[in-house]
């Protein structure tokens, strides 16, 4: 990513599906936004499905 862009910063109220763990999702978004801060508040069972908050950027301080 160039140096010039900006990365995102904020919290993403993401609707995990069963299957995936909660750090699986974090590893997704870390992906698709390209933000190098990433984290989870609370952990899901992998087979459970419901709210993950995801924190990104400078939201993760």
Known sequence: MPVDE???DGLL???KPSGPTSHDMVEEVRRL?????VGH???LDPM???LLIILVGKATK
């Open 41 to 43: 508040a609370g952990t």
């Open 6 to 8: 900006e990365t995102p």
């Open 33 to 37: 936004s390209r933000a190098r801060k």
């Open 13 to 15: 109220l993401l609707d």
């Open 48 to 50: 459970a499905s419901g």
